[in-house]
Nanobody, 115 residues
Framework: QVQLVESGGGLAQTGGSLRLSCAYS????????MGWYRQAPGKQRELVAT???????NYAEAVKGRFTISRDPAKNTVYLQMSSLKPEDTAVYYC?????????WGQGTQVTVSS
């Protein structure tokens, strides 16, 4: 089992920044990749950014150049630095960890961007 706890969401203005954190614990030694997803009201959950064990990253087109995923293995934490925020970034953001064939999800953190 892997436990994930997100934090750092909140209210930001258009053009502002927020940093989300995802602290992971449990059987995290064999996590193959981690990522951030988001779900806006009435929409499906979508990929925002992922990072593989080797450090390679992948971003959704909508956030390229504005968001950065990173990790601190010493703190067992993955981050999502969000800059130049737009109202369309408003959503619940979820952290996901993949271990073997299983995906684990956090409880989500709300990000609201005002225009």
């Amino acid at each position: 089992q892997v436990q994930l706890v997100e934090s750092g969401g909140g209210l930001a203005q258009t053009g502002g920044s927020l940093r989300l954190s995802c602290a992971y614990s449990g059987s995290s030694f064999s996590i193959t990749d981690m990522g951030w997803y988001r779900q806006a009201p009435g929409k499906q959950r979508e990929l925002v950014a992922t990072m593989a064990r080797d450090g390679s990253t992948n971003y959704a087109e909508a956030v390229k150049g504005r968001f950065t995923i990173s990790r601190d293995p010493a703190k067992n934490t993955v981050y999502l630095q969000m800059s130049s925020l737009k109202p369309e970034d408003t959503a619940v953001y979820y952290c996901r960890a993949t271990r073997s064939i299983y995906n684990y999800w956090g409880q989500g953190t709300q990000v609201t961007v005002s225009s």
